[in-house]
């Protein structure tokens, strides 16, 4: 069959092994953007719209468990927000109503833009993906999956099924500069995620390099400089964060934006993110 | 190149669509295949809300739903929003036609679904909740007061 609509995962997979020239289909937000102006013209297509287990997430201990087909608009529920608040953040970012409806995770993941704002959260939380196809399963680390923009690890025959990641981590925050609110592509973005309990901030940048990037000179440089008992910072530690951030950033000009430009806007909303978080920790501290 | 049929439930109606290009939008079929041209072809990337309509209930863009994969969904389009009679408009339909948020028109329909899906959901919205609703939905002539002033008045209306 040309198209097809499979309504469970081991009906896809198998779609997807007879077919290996199909095109996936998730919530169309991308793919239907390049076959609406002809740059692919598939010849098969595998649409998982209909897949229920996709769109599902579960807790097991302190790993969140996020189905591929949840869609931007899921991860605004409150019971998700509260566990990934920075997720729901990004996701509220995301083009307008309609487009939170239909763009899943799994194809944010799949798509791998630079700028995919879902990205920089999941690779700041060292998110785990579960792969799958007809051959067995296996998982990846966000981290090494994404191998350049638009490419990554994913084999042909193979779906994303979930992306795992801490449920208790509640200290995060997602920034974005656009244009304007709606509608917009990053033209840098920032996610910082702090685990107050071991003393370590995690940072990861979008629209700053081929895929998005993690800081990691930056992250070790700051854990020492933070009073963990109370979430407060050393005097000028948040500013000089912002500046090691955008001394890892890659950043380019392009049609959206400037390299200078974007290595100050991370700088600064490197800064923001880690206030902000900080302030929730020494929140939760005087609590 | 492979022709496909199928059939879609559009407003209610099942309509047989045959010989379509597997990769056609749900826009393309709509438009150019079951003369529905309500929903407009604008921008075909997301980006414009000029062919919003319901699949399944959720207000999506039709331009970015492959239609061959729509095959079981409910699709509802603005010509299936309102009462049956021929010239009778919904609540929303009047009061953009009252308050004059209407100029080329081209954005309307778009809009008109935008404002059902969301007083659907919430009937008394905020300020920030109307803006937010039809923030995917571009105006290149009027600007958006009187489009929000349409809406004031249908809630008002839809309150009674």
């Known amino acids: 069959m040309d198209v097809s609509v499979p309504r469970t995962l081991d009906e896809a997979l198998a779609a997807l092994a007879d077919r290996p020239d199909a095109m996936v289909l998730a919530g169309g937000t991308d793919v239907m953007v390049g076959v609406n102006a002809g740059r692919q013209t598939p010849t098969a297509v595998v649409a998982l719209r209909a897949v229920e287990e996709l769109r599902t997430w579960s807790v097991d201990g302190d790993r969140l468990r996020l189905g591929a087909g949840l869609t931007y608009a899921d991860l605004l529920a409150p019971d998700l927000a509260a566990m990934v608040p920075a997720l729901a953040q990004a996701a509220r970012t995301v083009g307008s109503p309609p487009i939170r409806n239909a763009g899943t995770v799994g194809g944010n993941l799949a798509t791998a833009s630079p700028a995919g704002d879902t990205l920089p959260v999941l690779l700041a939380l060292d998110a785990e993906l579960d792969l799958a196809s007809v051959e067995g399963r296996r998982t990846v680390a966000l981290r090494s999956f994404l191998t350049g923009p638009k490419r990554t690890q994913l084999r042909t025959g193979e779906l994303i099924v979930a992306a795992r990641v801490p449920a208790t981590r509640p200290h995060q925050e997602y920034r974005k500069v656009g244009v304007r609110n709606a509608m917009v592509i990053a033209v840098a973005s920032v996610a910082v995620v702090v685990d107050a309990d071991v003393g370590v901030v995690a940072c990861a940048m979008g629209s700053v390099g081929p895929t998005p990037l993690r800081a990691p000179r930056a992250e070790e440089w700051v854990a020492g400089r933070i009073d963990w008992g109370t979430g407060v910072p050393d005097a000028g530690v948040a500013a000089e964060f912002g500046r090691l951030v955008a001394e890892e950033s890659r950043p380019i000009d392009d049609h959206r934006s400037t390299a200078a430009y974007r290595r100050h806007a991370v700088e600064v909303l490197a800064r923001r993110a880690l206030e902000s978080t900080l302030a929730g920790v020494a929140r939760a501290e005087a609590a | ?160």
């Open chain 2, 1 to 160: 190149m492979t022709d496909t049929t199928y059939s879609l439930n559009v407003n209610g109606a099942d309509r047989p669509v045959a010989g379509a290009w597997l990769g056609e939008s749900l826009l393309h079929v709509l438009r150019e295949r079951l003369a529905l041209p309500g929903a407009k072809a604008g921008c075909e990337q997301g980006e414009c809300g000029s062919c919003s309509v319901l699949v399944d209930g959720v207000l999506t863009c039709a331009c970015l739903v492959l239609a061959a994969s729509a095959v079981g969904a409910s699709i509802i389009t603005v010509e299936g929003i309102g009462p049956a009679e021929r010239g009778e408009m919904t609540i929303v339909q009047e009061a953009f036609n009252d308050a004059g948020a209407v100029q080329c028109g081209f954005c309307t329909p778009g809009l008109i679904m935008a404002v059902h899906d969301l007083l659907d959901r919430h009937p008394d919205p905020s300020a920030l909740d109307v803006r937010e609703a039809i923030s995917g939905n571009l105006c290149r002539c009027t600007g958006y007061g009187r489009v929000l002033a349409a809406v004031e008045v249908a809630i008002e209306r839809s309150a009674r």
